[in-house]
């Protein structure tokens, strides 16, 4: 998901590092994994507040700066497998050892009649295979039922389902039973759901915040109005075109429990039903991103920028970022090399794709906006 991994260990940690413990809150405008939320919360001991359009990021995020200690999951992981195995094996699931045309066609239907499933449902036969998917939806139906190793293990099911989706790169399509893509469908297929649900339940158990922070569902534009004078304020905005809920909108389903009517190869929703980012939109991002620093500029926080020092497909561009960021801070700015993501591009093509690399190469800007002597 992004660079944001990739840019904490080229520049970013350090300065961070630097900078929020000088500060009162960490605010973390645009979650999405939650990795820079993590970094800050569990390093430093002030509070961490973030917020993201999408619930998946929320659950993510929550994980870890929703609490101040370690969790013991031995015995919460014991008795979570148990709960989801009882159900799981009173399904007669279809082996998935053939990978035809035919044969995907069956577990596809099959999956579309498990109506009390939501997972399976929508993308059994599709992003995962009918175990797979039946797997998650049980152990969603079973997650533990109080805070915070609820959020916790919801979280690691999330990252676990992220980690076996039959998709290049992210989910916005699934592989399809061709003669390429076989392999590949083949080798998602195998992972083992539980497994890996196990292993980033002990990987997040581990990490917790210092301080208690705080992550919530809302707009960025609409969460900054409630900075204080003496918040870091960490942007790290959309860049593509294509509305990032679509691409995540199996990690969705997944953070909902639930699912309505989806359609296309992509399994999409509705549009209705897919939270809108005016960052996406090209007629509005300059504005929205303008209006963002406007208000943090008039509320008196200092603010980190990151963002891809070229031209997107938003309409937004490095340049324009810079010029905008001028007019109402100080800037101190820093160019690395990271990886960004291309949302879904290949390496291979024909049938995978169009032969773009899922993570490119790519200069990056780091804006440090301070602010002037007298706000304009």
Known sequence: MGSKRWMLS???GHLLDELAPQSKRFVDLFAGSGVVSYH????????????????????????????????ETKKLWQQWHKRAEKIVKKKSIPNNNK?????????????????????????????????????????????????PNRTVALA???????????????TAQPFQPTRTAKKF???SWSKNIANRTKASLDELSGICAQRVGKAQVTDANIAVKQL???????????????????????????AQGKCGPV?????????????????SVKTESTSSFRELLKTISQKKARAIVTFPDHECSNGLSGKEARKIAKKYF???????????????????????GNGRKARQRAKELILVLSQKYRCP
Request: net charge positive; aromatic share 10%.
């Open 10 to 12: 080229n520049g970013l």
């Open 40 to 71: 800050v919360a569990s390093k430093l001991p002030i509070p961490v507040f973030a917020c993201d359009l999408q619930k998946f990021s929320v659950v993510l995020t929550r994980a870890v700066i929703g609490r101040q200690s370690e969790l």
């Open 99 to 147: 990978l035809t045309q035919a044969s995907v066609k069956e577990y596809r239907e099959w999956s579309e009649r498990q109506t009390s499933f939501p997972v399976t449902k929508a993308y059994g036969g599709h992003y995962f295979s009918p175990g797979q998917a039946i797997w998650i939806d049980s152990m969603r139906k079973t997650l533990p039922k109080k805070d």
């Open 156 to 170: 690691a099911l999330i990252q676990a389902a992220s980690q076996c989706a039959a998709s290049p790169g992210h």
């Open 185 to 187: 469908l083949k080798e």
């Open 228 to 254: 204080r004078k003496d918040d870091l304020v960490f942007i790290d905005p959309p860049y593509s075109g294509v509305h990032y809920s679509r691409f995540y909108h199996v990690l969705e389903t997944i």
């Open 263 to 279: 359609s296309g190869v992509g399994r999409y929703p509705l549009p209705s039903k897919r939270p809108r980012s005016s960052y």
């Open 330 to 352: 100080r800037v101190k700015e820093k160019t690395v090399i990271s990886k960004f993501s291309t949302l879904g591009g290949t390496q291979n093509k024909g049938d995978l």
